[in-house]
């Protein structure tokens, strides 16, 4: 845990970030608990606690972070928005499943990582509601979405570019409470997923230049407890 807050105070990232979950592997009760802030997720039905993560029953579990960037952020903006996970496993079925993230209103509040209904393709969104459709199939590993400017969001596998979508926007501030194993669906809990989760975090834009090397920072936490996939 040293290692890991080290480097991100060391590169800057500390200060972006509004929420930092590391998941811990001691209890359900310690991986609530943010880093940054100390606040807790509200955990929905008791999902499955291991050393290795947080694993959700894709129906009725989630985590509420109770966070909401309108009322309870310093960094992140409609211009500087990011989320992150790191999945241990992939979501089982079809269907559209939602990793993290939360939409308000208007629907262009979306802060979201998803599994596509149709394929088996990662859907990025940050403080829009625009598609932004990924090539990655794998299912498992590091996922962050980055916006840096009305015209600039992208998102990213294990540090390497996904998607890159340039399409000129009109921005806004999400509204509600980000979850975690759910969308947060303007206070509706929905798409729920199934996957084990064991790093996530929200707030401002990671820089792209960084991401390969923040991909390694969360990776090597993830050795360090023996629960690292890459």
């Not at 590169?11 to 998941?23: A, E, K």
């Not at 100390?38 to 039905?45: A, D, E, G």
């Not at 939360?102 to 149709?118: C, E, H, M, S, Y």
């Not at 990662?122 to 962050?144: D, R, V």
Request: glycine share 8%; charged share 10%; net charge negative.
């Amino acid at each position: 845990v040293n290692t890991l807050i080290t480097a991100f105070k060391d590169n800057n990232w500390w200060t972006l970030v509004d929420r930092l979950y590391l998941f811990s592997p001691t209890s359900l009760a310690a991986a609530a608990y943010c880093a940054k802030s100390l606040t807790q997720i509200t955990w929905v039905n008791s999902p499955t606690h291991a050393s290795t993560g947080v694993t959700f029953n894709g129906t009725t579990q989630y985590g509420n972070t109770n966070w909401n960037p309108t009322d309870d952020a310093s960094n992140y903006t409609t211009t500087s928005a990011s989320c992150a996970l790191y999945t241990r496993t992939s979501v089982s079925g079809v269907g559209l499943r939602v990793f993290l993230g939360a939409r308000g209103t208007p629907d262009a509040t979306d802060l979201v990582i998803f599994k596509d209904a149709a394929v088996n393709v990662l859907i990025y969104k940050a403080a829009h509601n625009n598609n932004s459709s990924g090539a990655a199939t794998g299912m498992i590993g590091f996922f962050s979405v980055i916006r840096t400017a009305t015209n600039n969001l992208k998102g990213y596998k294990n540090g390497t570019e996904d998607v890159s979508f340039t399409t000129e926007i009109t921005p806004a501030l999400l509204n509600v409470d980000a979850f975690i194993g759910a969308w947060n669906f303007n206070g509706i809990p929905s798409f729920h997923s199934d996957n084990e989760v064991a790093f996530a975090y929200f707030g401002g834009a990671i820089p792209a230049a960084d991401q390969s090397s923040l991909n390694t920072v969360v990776e090597a936490y993830q050795d360090a407890l023996s629960r690292g996939i890459q």
